[in-house]
Protein backbone atom coordinates (compact mmCIF):
# COMPACT_ATOMS: atom_id res chain seq x y z
CA UNK A 1 0.00 0.00 0.00
CA UNK A 2 3.18 2.32 0.71
CA UNK A 3 4.15 1.86 -2.91
CA UNK A 4 0.52 2.46 -4.47
CA UNK A 5 0.60 5.41 -2.45
CA UNK A 6 4.35 6.20 -3.18
CA UNK A 7 4.56 7.30 0.55
CA UNK A 8 7.10 6.21 3.27
CA UNK A 9 6.31 3.03 5.56
CA UNK A 10 7.29 4.09 9.24
CA UNK A 11 7.17 1.19 12.11
CA UNK A 12 6.34 -2.02 11.89
CA UNK A 13 4.72 -3.74 8.39
CA UNK A 14 1.10 -5.03 9.45
CA UNK A 15 -1.53 -6.90 7.35
CA UNK A 16 -4.81 -5.02 5.87
CA UNK A 17 -8.37 -5.35 5.60
CA UNK A 18 -10.20 -2.55 4.29
CA UNK A 19 -10.18 1.00 4.75
CA UNK A 20 -12.34 3.82 6.71
CA UNK A 21 -11.73 7.42 7.17
CA UNK A 22 -14.09 7.60 9.94
CA UNK A 23 -12.38 6.45 13.21
CA UNK A 24 -15.65 5.92 15.07
CA UNK A 25 -16.82 3.14 12.46
CA UNK A 26 -13.55 2.16 12.01
CA UNK A 27 -13.24 -1.66 11.65
CA UNK A 28 -10.08 -3.67 13.69
CA UNK A 29 -7.96 -4.49 11.24
CA UNK A 30 -8.44 -1.95 8.64
CA UNK A 31 -5.85 1.91 7.17
CA UNK A 32 -7.28 4.85 8.98
CA UNK A 33 -6.84 7.33 6.65
CA UNK A 34 -6.71 10.91 7.69
CA UNK A 35 -8.38 13.51 6.00
CA UNK A 36 -8.41 17.10 6.30
CA UNK A 37 -11.24 18.32 5.92
CA UNK A 38 -13.98 19.80 7.51
CA UNK A 39 -12.21 18.67 10.75
CA UNK A 40 -8.63 17.54 10.47
CA UNK A 41 -8.26 13.59 10.77
CA UNK A 42 -5.24 13.78 11.93
CA UNK A 43 -6.80 14.46 15.32
CA UNK A 44 -8.55 11.18 15.45
CA UNK A 45 -5.07 9.06 14.38
CA UNK A 46 -4.87 7.74 18.67
CA UNK A 47 -8.70 7.06 18.42
CA UNK A 48 -8.59 5.04 15.48
CA UNK A 49 -5.62 2.97 16.91
CA UNK A 50 -7.39 2.69 20.02
CA UNK A 51 -10.29 1.24 18.05
CA UNK A 52 -7.76 -1.50 16.24
CA UNK A 53 -6.97 0.42 13.31
CA UNK A 54 -3.93 -1.78 11.68
CA UNK A 55 -2.23 1.41 9.99
CA UNK A 56 -2.67 4.40 9.43
CA UNK A 57 -1.85 7.30 6.47
CA UNK A 58 -0.96 10.44 7.48
CA UNK A 59 0.67 13.76 5.89
CA UNK A 60 2.30 14.35 8.78
CA UNK A 61 5.13 13.23 11.04
CA UNK A 62 4.11 9.88 12.31
CA UNK A 63 3.60 8.45 16.08
CA UNK A 64 3.31 5.43 17.40
CA UNK A 65 2.06 2.47 15.36
CA UNK A 66 2.38 1.29 11.81
CA UNK A 67 2.14 4.47 9.33
CA UNK A 68 2.48 5.59 5.78
CA UNK A 69 3.21 8.63 5.63
CA UNK A 70 2.29 10.53 2.17
CA UNK A 71 2.40 14.19 0.52
CA UNK A 72 -0.99 14.27 0.22
CA UNK A 73 -3.74 11.69 2.31
CA UNK A 74 -6.86 12.89 -0.22
CA UNK A 75 -4.65 12.09 -2.95
CA UNK A 76 -3.35 8.81 -1.82
CA UNK A 77 -6.58 7.56 -0.87
CA UNK A 78 -7.64 7.99 -4.88
CA UNK A 79 -4.46 6.07 -5.62
CA UNK A 80 -4.71 3.05 -3.13
CA UNK A 81 -8.88 2.85 -5.12
CA UNK A 82 -6.96 2.93 -8.00
CA UNK A 83 -4.45 0.02 -7.14
CA UNK A 84 -7.14 -1.47 -5.49
CA UNK A 85 -9.29 -1.77 -8.86
CA UNK A 86 -6.69 -3.05 -10.52
CA UNK A 87 -6.74 -6.50 -8.46
CA UNK A 88 -10.66 -7.18 -8.69
CA UNK A 89 -12.18 -9.12 -11.59
CA UNK A 90 -15.27 -7.77 -10.85
CA UNK A 91 -17.67 -6.30 -13.77
CA UNK A 92 -17.93 -2.56 -12.36
CA UNK A 93 -21.13 -0.56 -12.99
CA UNK A 94 -20.74 3.23 -12.68
CA UNK A 95 -23.99 4.99 -11.91
CA UNK A 96 -24.76 9.12 -11.54
CA UNK A 97 -27.58 11.34 -12.17
CA UNK A 98 -29.26 14.22 -10.68
CA UNK A 99 -31.75 12.25 -9.00
CA UNK A 100 -32.10 8.53 -8.61
CA UNK A 101 -28.37 7.51 -8.40
CA UNK A 102 -28.67 6.10 -4.34
CA UNK A 103 -31.90 4.61 -4.90
CA UNK A 104 -30.96 2.83 -8.21
CA UNK A 105 -27.74 1.94 -6.56
CA UNK A 106 -29.38 0.29 -4.07
CA UNK A 107 -31.87 -1.69 -6.09
CA UNK A 108 -28.70 -2.64 -8.45
CA UNK A 109 -26.77 -3.93 -5.28
CA UNK A 110 -30.11 -6.30 -4.38
CA UNK A 111 -30.44 -7.63 -8.03
CA UNK A 112 -27.20 -8.11 -8.82
CA UNK A 113 -27.04 -9.78 -5.23
CA UNK A 114 -29.69 -12.51 -6.86
CA UNK A 115 -26.94 -14.38 -9.21
CA UNK A 116 -23.71 -12.52 -8.35
CA UNK A 117 -21.54 -11.65 -5.35
CA UNK A 118 -22.07 -8.52 -5.33
CA UNK A 119 -20.87 -5.39 -3.21
CA UNK A 120 -21.78 -1.43 -3.56
CA UNK A 121 -21.29 1.73 -2.15
CA UNK A 122 -22.44 2.10 1.35
CA UNK A 123 -24.94 5.14 1.83
CA UNK A 124 -24.32 8.05 -0.57
CA UNK A 125 -20.24 7.39 -0.64
CA UNK A 126 -19.99 8.48 -4.31
CA UNK A 127 -17.30 10.95 -4.12
CA UNK A 128 -13.26 11.11 -3.95
CA UNK A 129 -13.41 9.97 -0.68
CA UNK A 130 -16.56 7.29 -0.52
CA UNK A 131 -15.89 5.91 -4.19
CA UNK A 132 -11.98 4.84 -3.54
CA UNK A 133 -13.42 3.38 0.20
CA UNK A 134 -16.01 1.09 -1.81
CA UNK A 135 -13.08 -0.56 -3.69
CA UNK A 136 -11.23 -1.07 -1.47
CA UNK A 137 -13.28 -2.61 1.03
CA UNK A 138 -15.35 -5.25 -1.43
CA UNK A 139 -14.04 -8.58 -0.85
CA UNK A 140 -11.78 -10.26 -3.13
CA UNK A 141 -14.42 -12.48 -4.90
CA UNK A 142 -16.48 -9.59 -5.69
CA UNK A 143 -18.19 -10.66 -9.29
CA UNK A 144 -20.07 -7.03 -9.45
CA UNK A 145 -19.14 -4.11 -7.55
CA UNK A 146 -21.73 -0.89 -7.89
CA UNK A 147 -20.24 2.83 -7.88
CA UNK A 148 -22.13 5.26 -7.15
CA UNK A 149 -21.30 8.67 -8.85
CA UNK A 150 -21.94 12.03 -7.46
CA UNK A 151 -21.22 15.39 -9.37
CA UNK A 152 -20.47 19.24 -7.56
CA UNK A 153 -18.60 20.36 -10.81
CA UNK A 154 -16.64 19.43 -14.15
CA UNK A 155 -14.59 16.54 -14.03
CA UNK A 156 -15.39 15.25 -10.92
CA UNK A 157 -16.96 11.72 -12.51
CA UNK A 158 -14.00 11.88 -14.69
CA UNK A 159 -11.76 11.54 -11.98
CA UNK A 160 -14.19 9.22 -10.48
CA UNK A 161 -14.00 7.03 -13.96
CA UNK A 162 -10.45 6.71 -13.47
CA UNK A 163 -10.38 5.16 -9.96
CA UNK A 164 -13.07 2.88 -10.96
CA UNK A 165 -13.06 2.11 -14.47
CA UNK A 166 -16.42 1.02 -14.80
CA UNK A 167 -17.50 -1.82 -17.27
CA UNK A 168 -21.14 -0.38 -17.40
CA UNK A 169 -22.41 3.02 -17.07
CA UNK A 170 -26.09 4.45 -15.86
CA UNK A 171 -27.20 7.72 -16.31
CA UNK A 172 -30.73 7.97 -13.95
CA UNK A 173 -31.93 11.80 -15.24
CA UNK A 174 -30.75 15.24 -15.94
CA UNK A 175 -32.52 17.71 -13.95
CA UNK A 176 -32.44 20.68 -11.70
CA UNK A 177 -29.34 20.03 -8.99
CA UNK A 178 -26.26 21.37 -8.31
CA UNK A 179 -26.61 24.16 -11.39
CA UNK A 180 -25.33 26.89 -9.13
CA UNK A 181 -21.92 25.00 -9.39
CA UNK A 182 -21.96 24.33 -13.62
CA UNK A 183 -24.16 27.21 -14.96
CA UNK A 184 -27.51 25.42 -15.22
CA UNK A 185 -28.83 22.56 -16.19
CA UNK A 186 -27.31 22.10 -19.46
CA UNK A 187 -23.92 22.01 -17.37
CA UNK A 188 -25.55 19.10 -15.25
CA UNK A 189 -26.08 16.97 -18.25
CA UNK A 190 -22.06 17.73 -19.89
CA UNK A 191 -20.75 16.83 -15.90
CA UNK A 192 -23.06 13.76 -16.04
CA UNK A 193 -22.26 12.72 -19.74
CA UNK A 194 -18.29 12.16 -18.36
CA UNK A 195 -19.64 9.07 -16.76
CA UNK A 196 -20.55 7.81 -20.66
CA UNK A 197 -17.32 8.84 -22.32
CA UNK A 198 -15.21 6.91 -20.26
CA UNK A 199 -16.78 3.67 -20.35
CA UNK A 200 -14.70 0.87 -22.81
CA UNK A 201 -15.40 0.11 -26.01
CA UNK A 202 -16.75 -3.42 -24.82
CA UNK A 203 -18.68 -1.93 -22.03
CA UNK A 204 -22.14 -0.59 -22.07
CA UNK A 205 -23.80 2.42 -21.51
CA UNK A 206 -27.16 2.19 -19.85
CA UNK A 207 -29.52 5.47 -20.68
CA UNK A 208 -33.07 7.12 -19.81
CA UNK A 209 -34.67 6.91 -22.90
CA UNK A 210 -37.29 9.33 -21.18
CA UNK A 211 -34.72 11.87 -20.95
CA UNK A 212 -34.11 13.75 -23.81
CA UNK A 213 -30.45 15.05 -22.33
CA UNK A 214 -29.82 11.58 -20.78
CA UNK A 215 -30.82 9.78 -24.03
CA UNK A 216 -28.49 12.44 -26.58
CA UNK A 217 -25.46 11.00 -24.14
CA UNK A 218 -25.59 8.24 -26.84
CA UNK A 219 -23.78 10.19 -29.61
CA UNK A 220 -20.70 10.05 -27.59
CA UNK A 221 -20.81 6.46 -26.42
CA UNK A 222 -17.63 4.33 -28.23
CA UNK A 223 -19.70 1.15 -26.67
CA UNK A 224 -23.22 -0.16 -26.89
CA UNK A 225 -26.04 1.53 -25.48
CA UNK A 226 -29.16 0.53 -24.15
CA UNK A 227 -32.34 2.60 -22.95
CA UNK A 228 -34.76 2.11 -20.22
CA UNK A 229 -38.11 3.73 -19.42
CA UNK A 230 -42.17 4.01 -20.24
CA UNK A 231 -41.40 5.39 -23.78
CA UNK A 232 -42.20 3.01 -26.23
CA UNK A 233 -38.93 3.21 -28.43
CA UNK A 234 -37.22 2.37 -24.73
CA UNK A 235 -35.30 -1.18 -24.91
CA UNK A 236 -36.17 -1.81 -21.69
CA UNK A 237 -39.94 -1.00 -21.60
CA UNK A 238 -42.03 -0.16 -18.08
CA UNK A 239 -45.16 -1.28 -19.22
CA UNK A 240 -48.89 -1.21 -17.06
CA UNK A 241 -48.16 0.52 -14.02
CA UNK A 242 -49.94 0.72 -11.16
CA UNK A 243 -49.42 1.82 -7.73
CA UNK A 244 -50.80 0.48 -4.09
CA UNK A 245 -52.33 2.31 -1.42
CA UNK A 246 -48.97 3.22 -0.08
CA UNK A 247 -47.71 4.30 -3.60
CA UNK A 248 -45.78 1.06 -4.08
CA UNK A 249 -45.11 0.48 -8.10
CA UNK A 250 -46.29 -2.66 -9.81
CA UNK A 251 -45.51 -2.86 -13.75
CA UNK A 252 -44.64 -5.61 -16.15
CA UNK A 253 -40.60 -5.13 -17.66
CA UNK A 254 -40.40 -5.90 -21.00
CA UNK A 255 -36.40 -6.82 -22.03
CA UNK A 256 -34.43 -8.11 -24.89
CA UNK A 257 -34.20 -10.91 -22.06
CA UNK A 258 -38.04 -12.30 -21.52
CA UNK A 259 -41.16 -10.30 -19.70
CA UNK A 260 -41.18 -9.83 -16.00
CA UNK A 261 -44.25 -8.44 -13.56
CA UNK A 262 -41.96 -6.30 -10.90
CA UNK A 263 -43.55 -5.55 -7.75
CA UNK A 264 -41.32 -3.02 -5.43
CA UNK A 265 -40.79 -3.02 -1.78
CA UNK A 266 -40.16 1.06 -1.91
CA UNK A 267 -43.11 4.04 -2.46
CA UNK A 268 -42.91 6.53 -5.27
CA UNK A 269 -44.28 6.19 -9.24
CA UNK A 270 -40.73 7.43 -10.10
CA UNK A 271 -38.91 3.92 -8.45
CA UNK A 272 -40.08 2.26 -11.57
CA UNK A 273 -37.67 3.91 -13.50
CA UNK A 274 -34.65 3.08 -11.21
CA UNK A 275 -35.78 -0.20 -10.87
CA UNK A 276 -35.95 -0.37 -14.53
CA UNK A 277 -32.04 0.66 -14.42
CA UNK A 278 -31.34 -1.50 -11.92
CA UNK A 279 -32.68 -4.27 -13.61
CA UNK A 280 -31.00 -3.72 -16.70
CA UNK A 281 -27.80 -3.77 -15.36
CA UNK A 282 -28.59 -7.07 -13.72
CA UNK A 283 -29.66 -8.73 -16.84
CA UNK A 284 -26.26 -7.28 -18.77
CA UNK A 285 -24.59 -9.20 -15.90
CA UNK A 286 -26.22 -12.28 -16.39
CA UNK A 287 -28.61 -12.33 -13.81
CA UNK A 288 -31.88 -14.29 -14.35
CA UNK A 289 -34.74 -11.31 -14.64
CA UNK A 290 -37.05 -13.80 -12.42
CA UNK A 291 -34.42 -13.94 -9.66
CA UNK A 292 -33.79 -10.25 -10.14
CA UNK A 293 -37.44 -9.04 -10.10
CA UNK A 294 -38.17 -11.28 -7.25
CA UNK A 295 -35.26 -9.60 -5.37
CA UNK A 296 -36.82 -6.36 -5.62
CA UNK A 297 -39.74 -7.40 -3.86
CA UNK A 298 -37.91 -7.16 -0.63
CA UNK A 299 -35.22 -4.40 -1.45
CA UNK A 300 -34.79 -1.42 0.34
CA UNK A 301 -33.00 1.40 0.25
CA UNK A 302 -30.79 3.42 1.76
CA UNK A 303 -31.80 5.73 4.96
CA UNK A 304 -33.79 8.88 4.60
CA UNK A 305 -34.80 7.97 0.79
CA UNK A 306 -38.87 7.48 0.61
CA UNK A 307 -38.83 5.72 3.72
CA UNK A 308 -42.92 4.91 4.66
CA UNK A 309 -44.01 4.22 8.22
CA UNK A 310 -46.95 4.94 10.21
CA UNK A 311 -46.83 7.73 13.31
CA UNK A 312 -48.16 5.62 16.39
CA UNK A 313 -51.42 8.21 16.09
CA UNK A 314 -51.82 6.64 12.20
CA UNK A 315 -50.70 8.95 10.12
CA UNK A 316 -48.34 7.87 7.51
CA UNK A 317 -44.60 9.68 7.57
CA UNK A 318 -43.17 10.08 3.84
CA UNK A 319 -39.30 10.28 5.23
CA UNK A 320 -37.14 11.88 2.15
CA UNK A 321 -34.98 13.60 3.86
CA UNK A 322 -31.32 12.84 2.75
CA UNK A 323 -31.29 15.73 0.40
CA UNK A 324 -33.62 17.63 -2.57
CA UNK A 325 -33.68 19.42 -5.50
CA UNK A 326 -36.95 20.68 -7.52
CA UNK A 327 -36.72 17.16 -9.71
CA UNK A 328 -36.91 15.04 -6.22
CA UNK A 329 -39.19 17.22 -4.34
CA UNK A 330 -41.53 16.87 -7.65
CA UNK A 331 -41.03 13.55 -7.94
CA UNK A 332 -42.05 13.27 -3.46
CA UNK A 333 -44.85 15.13 -3.75
CA UNK A 334 -46.26 12.96 -6.10
CA UNK A 335 -45.84 10.32 -3.95
CA UNK A 336 -47.54 11.68 -1.40
CA UNK A 337 -50.55 12.85 -3.35
CA UNK A 338 -50.90 8.72 -4.76
CA UNK A 339 -51.00 7.82 -0.87
CA UNK A 340 -54.65 6.35 -0.21
CA UNK A 341 -55.88 8.93 2.86
CA UNK A 342 -58.77 10.80 3.08
CA UNK A 343 -57.20 13.29 5.93
CA UNK A 344 -54.83 16.49 5.35
CA UNK A 345 -51.43 16.20 2.77
CA UNK A 346 -49.00 18.12 4.22
CA UNK A 347 -45.41 18.88 3.00
CA UNK A 348 -42.62 20.00 5.90
CA UNK A 349 -40.06 21.04 3.37
CA UNK A 350 -36.53 22.75 4.26
CA UNK A 351 -34.45 24.27 1.89
CA UNK A 352 -33.00 22.67 -1.85
CA UNK A 353 -29.28 23.91 -1.81
CA UNK A 354 -26.98 24.84 -4.84
CA UNK A 355 -29.67 25.69 -7.41
CA UNK A 356 -28.92 28.57 -9.97
CA UNK A 357 -32.59 30.41 -9.59
CA UNK A 358 -33.27 29.23 -5.58
CA UNK A 359 -36.21 31.99 -5.51
CA UNK A 360 -37.90 30.33 -8.59
CA UNK A 361 -37.40 27.41 -8.52
CA UNK A 362 -39.01 27.32 -4.38
CA UNK A 363 -41.39 29.49 -5.93
CA UNK A 364 -42.53 26.77 -7.99
CA UNK A 365 -42.84 24.00 -5.27
CA UNK A 366 -44.76 26.08 -3.05
CA UNK A 367 -47.10 26.54 -6.25
CA UNK A 368 -47.54 22.95 -7.14
CA UNK A 369 -48.51 22.47 -2.95
CA UNK A 370 -50.85 24.97 -3.43
CA UNK A 371 -52.35 23.41 -6.94
CA UNK A 372 -52.97 20.18 -4.82
CA UNK A 373 -54.22 21.54 -1.45
CA UNK A 374 -51.15 20.53 0.24
CA UNK A 375 -50.36 22.25 3.50
CA UNK A 376 -46.39 23.48 3.53
CA UNK A 377 -44.54 24.20 6.44
CA UNK A 378 -41.50 25.74 6.07
CA UNK A 379 -38.19 24.82 8.14
CA UNK A 380 -34.88 27.40 8.25
CA UNK A 381 -36.09 28.83 5.15
CA UNK A 382 -38.54 31.47 3.65
CA UNK A 383 -38.03 30.53 0.16
CA UNK A 384 -40.86 29.27 -0.09
CA UNK A 385 -42.89 32.50 -0.03
CA UNK A 386 -44.24 31.61 3.52
CA UNK A 387 -42.01 32.27 6.92
CA UNK A 388 -40.09 29.23 8.71
CA UNK A 389 -41.79 27.85 11.52
CA UNK A 390 -39.84 27.11 14.56
CA UNK A 391 -42.92 24.89 15.92
CA UNK A 392 -42.78 22.20 13.12
CA UNK A 393 -42.89 19.23 15.58
CA UNK A 394 -45.77 20.40 16.97
CA UNK A 395 -47.46 20.52 13.70
CA UNK A 396 -46.88 17.04 13.12
CA UNK A 397 -48.19 15.98 16.43
CA UNK A 398 -51.68 17.74 15.24
CA UNK A 399 -51.44 15.03 12.32
CA UNK A 400 -54.18 12.50 12.58
CA UNK A 401 -54.56 9.20 11.43
CA UNK A 402 -56.21 9.65 8.33
CA UNK A 403 -53.32 12.51 7.60
CA UNK A 404 -50.36 12.06 5.71
CA UNK A 405 -46.84 14.35 6.17
CA UNK A 406 -43.96 14.47 3.48
CA UNK A 407 -40.50 15.37 5.05
CA UNK A 408 -37.81 16.73 2.81
CA UNK A 409 -35.23 18.84 2.33
CA UNK A 410 -31.23 19.24 1.41
CA UNK A 411 -28.58 17.98 3.90
CA UNK A 412 -28.12 21.78 5.02
CA UNK A 413 -31.76 21.20 6.43
CA UNK A 414 -31.04 18.35 8.28
CA UNK A 415 -34.33 17.42 8.40
CA UNK A 416 -33.63 14.07 9.46
CA UNK A 417 -33.72 14.62 12.71
CA UNK A 418 -37.06 15.59 12.97
CA UNK A 419 -38.44 12.98 11.26
CA UNK A 420 -36.86 10.66 13.45
CA UNK A 421 -38.48 12.93 16.50
CA UNK A 422 -41.62 12.56 15.29
CA UNK A 423 -41.20 9.16 14.17
CA UNK A 424 -39.65 7.65 17.72
CA UNK A 425 -42.89 9.06 19.61
Same mark, same amino acid.
Given at each position: ???????????????????????????? =????????????????? $???????????????????? /?????????????????? !?? $???????????????????????????????? /??? #????????????????????????????????????? $?????? =?????????????????????????????????????????????? @?? *????????????????? =??? /??????????????????????????? *???????? #?????????????????????????? %????? *???????????????????????????????????????????? $????? !??????????????? *??????????????????? /?????????? @??????? %??? #??? !??????????????????????
Amino acid at each position: MAAATGGTLFGPDAELDGVSFDSRALLA =GQLFVALVADRDGHEFI $SAALRNGAGAYLTQREPGSG /TAIVVTDTADALMRLGRW !AR $SRLAARVVGITGSVGKTSTKDLARAALAAGLR /TAA #SERSFNNEQGLPVTILNAPDDTEALVLEMGMRGFGQI $SRLCEV =GRPDIGVVTRVAEAHTELVGGIEGVALAKRELIAALPGDGTAILNA @DD *HRVLAMSSIAACPVITF =GRS /TNADVQIDQLVLDELARARFVLRTPWG *HETVALAV #SGEHMAMNAAAALTVALLCGVDLAAA %SAALA *HAHLSPWRMEITRHTGGAVVVNDAYNANPASMRAAIEALLSLQI $SGRRV !AVLGAMAELADPVQD *HADIAALLAQHNIELVAVG /TDLYGVPARD @DALEVLR %SLA #SND !AVLIKGSRVAGLERLAALFIGE
